[in-house]
Each structure stands twice: as structure tokens, then as C-alpha cells.
């Protein structure tokens, strides 16, 4: 009998790949399930991204293996953005990564930098791929607490107190998620001082900035980040191009080049056609933005009122694609909670718990869900 690696005791299924086999049964038995949890755009790229790909399949390079390193116009793209959004300057041969999405950066990023023996920083709450892929890495986990009293930001003071001579890496996530609370430079050159105080890669997960949030930053803007800090963005919720998968990865050449180390031995390049699409997306200007922040202002209010519905209190000034909500007192936990709602009023929404045990007491919303799916699910209470 072959035995699978030991590492996979370490790790389960994805949660919504789970969760969502059983949102599917439910649909098949006729159930009218509107899902509420998972955060994938339900909105279309922009025509002109569209056409960049269908224009693109018939180039003589279009279906040949692609540079590691992505095409120079979509990496001079990214530069252009990060210079125009950010105010933050990137040398486009050797600062800007490509990837196929953020998250198999996390990967790149942690078989690049640790090793056996090391420790990596996960916020709790946060994004349940950095735990799984530390576990997969086989280096160990420590979470740091967020919590509401702390404004879900890193508690310093506790950190300091904390044993950190085995950690090499640091997780984090501005604006927040799931929780949607935005950062700061303030909290960024504490976090730059931080990692450069202990010798700790800083890595910010940074796919929400544009996304109902007026003041989009990065972690890059602060003096001398670079020396100690990589940024990961995406395209799938800034620009409605999740299944595209197209992210980057920017920071020091130094950096840039051991990711890149890693990457080129696990693909063979982006597909081209996507690459162009990417390229034109990038062209976009802020109109853009405030058309789909339009559309997501009008849902997130309505939200708004069907989470008021449960008796859930929640952070008004809150970005990005989610509403966190904190569950009434008394309530039952999260996954129960949740799960009631699933079977009685057919309405996914994604438990707390999935995103670390500070989670428990709170649920998710998605914004990826049409007004009128909103509507009908406020109507069934």
C-alpha cells in the first residue's frame, strides 16, 4: 500500500472546496441556495481585457512556453501601476515579479525563504492558505492575535515578549481579511521596524486596495521596505479576472530573484493571451474603479441590512470585498450558526472559524452576489 507524505497529516481540504460540495448537492436537490461565501467576482473584466485575449490567440507567439519572467510590457504595466497608485517606484527588470495569482506566491515565497527549523508569524484571523502552506513547507506555525480591541492589527507589545529567534517570515494582510479593516503607513513603518529590528521577512498580501477603499496603500511607500518587506497583488478582485489567475510579487531584486528561483522550476510561463489581457487591464484608469466600487457600494448595503436582520453588529468603515459581522450575544457558534441558515433559509455565508479561532463569533459576507440575489435573501427572514 504507497502512503501518501507525511505532510498532508498536517494540512486538510480547503475549506469552500468542501463547503461547496455541499452547496452544489443542495442546488442539485433543488434547493434554492444563494451563496454568499466564497469571494469570487461575479462581475466581467473590462471589453478591452476581453478582446486583448481574443486578439492575442492569433500573434505567432501566442501559444508558444512564455518567459518565467512574464512579458517586459505587462512588467513595465505593473511598474506603471505601482508608480501611479502608490506613489512607489520598481525597477520593471528586476523588482516585478508576474505570477499565476497571488496565492502560488505564498508557495514561492515559502519554499524560498525557509527553512527547516524556522518559524513564520500568521495572523489570526487571516487568509487560511498562509497556515497551510507553512504546514506543507514543514516549518512551524505561530499565529499572532487579531482582534477588535486591537483594531485586528498586530499587537506589538505582545510580539516583543514573544520567543522570536526562530522566525524568518510574517504574514500579513492590509487591507484586512476577512475582517476588511484597512492599514496604515503608521502600522506599516512599525511593521518594516519590526521585521527589521528581528531579522523578519514582512510579506503583505495586498489584493482589496481598490475595493470601496478611498485611500489605497502600500507597504512599499514606507522608507526602506524594500530592505525587508515583499508585497503580493492580484488582479482577480481589482479587476474582475479571478479564474484568469494573474498576480505579481514586488520588492528587492534579492528578493525577487530567489522567488523566481522557485517559480521557474514549477511552470513554464504565463499563457500569452492572458499576459495581454493583463496588459490592457492594467491601461485602465480610475473610472474603472469607481463604476465597480458603485455596483459593491449599492450591495454592501444592502448587506448591511440583511446582516441587521440577524442581530449582527459589524464596522461601517470597513473595505474591501466582504462584510465581517459579529454574531448577537447568545448566539450559537459560527459554524452552527451558519449552518442553520444554509439548511433552513438555503444562504451560504462563510463562518468566521475558517479564518483562525479568533474568528469564532463572527460570519462573512461576500459581496460577489447580484442585488437581487441580496434582496431575495433578506426577503427569506
Not at 441556495?33 to 486578439?55: C, F, K, R, T
Request: with cysteine; net charge negative; proline share 4%.
Amino acid at each position: 500500500m504507497i502512503q501518501t507524505a507525511k505532510r498532508l497529516n498536517t494540512v486538510e481540504e480547503y475549506y469552500f472546496s468542501k463547503k461547496l460540495r455541499e452547496v452544489r448537492q443542495l442546488i442539485a436537490e433543488g434547493k434554492p441556495v444563494i451563496n454568499m461565501g466564497i469571494g469570487s467576482p461575479d462581475l466581467s473584466p473590462h471589453e478591452s481585457v476581453i478582446e486583448a485575449i481574443q486578439q492575442a490567440l492569433f500573434d505567432d507567439k501566442a501559444h508558444e512556453y512564455q518567459s518565467y519572467q512574464g512579458l517586459p510590457e505587462l512588467r513595465n504595466g505593473m511598474a506603471d501601476f505601482y508608480r501611479n497608485q502608490f506613489g512607489v517606484n520598481l525597477d520593471s527588470t528586476s523588482e516585478v515579479l508576474p505570477l499565476m495569482g497571488s496565492k502560488e506566491g505564498i508557495m514561492h515565497i515559502s519554499l524560498a525563504f525557509l527553512n527547516e527549523g524556522d518559524e513564520v508569524l500568521i495572523p489570526n484571523p487571516g487568509y487560511p492558505t498562509y497556515a497551510s502552506v507553512t504546514e506543507l513547507v514543514q516549518v512551524k506555525a505561530v499565529y499572532y492575535d487579531l482582534s477588535d480591541d486591537t483594531n485586528w492589527q498586530p499587537n506589538f507589545e505582545a510580539l516583543e515578549k514573544s520567543d522570536l529567534s526562530k522566525v524568518k517570515l510574517m504574514w500579513i494582510s492590509y487591507p484586512h481579511m476577512p475582517t476588511g479593516r484597512n492599514g496604515s503607513i503608521e502600522l506599516f513603518e512599525k511593521l518594516v521596524a519590526f521585521g527589521k529590528n528581528h531579522n523578519i521577512l514582512i510579506v503583505n498580501d495586498n489584493p482589496y486596495s481598490f475595493v470601496l477603499n478611498e485611500k489605497p496603500i502600500s507597504i512599499l511607500q514606507v522608507d526602506g521596505a524594500k530592505e525587508i518587506a515583499l508585497e503580493l497583488n492580484s488582479f482577480s478582485k481589482t479587476y474582475n479576472m479571478a479564474g484568469w489567475r494573474v498576480g505579481m510579487v514586488l520588492g528587492n531584486p534579492t528578493f525577487i530573484d530567489a522567488v523566481l528561483k522557485v517559480k521557474s522550476n514549477m511552470d513554464s510561463g504565463m499563457f500569452y493571451g492572458i499576459q495581454k489581457g493583463a496588459i490592457a487591464a492594467l491601461k485602465l484608469g480610475n473610472d474603472w474603479f469607481d463604476t465597480q466600487n458603485e455596483i459593491y457600494g449599492k450591495r454592501r448595503n444592502l448587506i448591511v441590512k440583511l446582516a441587521e436582520k440577524l442581530n449582527c453588529t459589524f464596522d461601517r468603515n470597513s473595505v474591501g470585498l466582504f462584510v465581517w459581522a459579529k454574531l448577537p450575544d447568545g448566539a450559537k457558534s459560527s459554524d452552527e450558526f451558519i449552518d442553520d441558515i444554509l439548511s433552513e433559509k438555503h444562504i451560504f455565508i462563510t463562518p468566521g472559524t475558517v479564518f483562525g479561532s479568533n474568528g469564532e463569533g463572527y460570519i462573512r459576507f461576500s459581496l460577489c452576489v447580484s442585488e437581487e440575489k441580496i434582496e431575495e435573501a433578506i426577503s427569506r427572514f
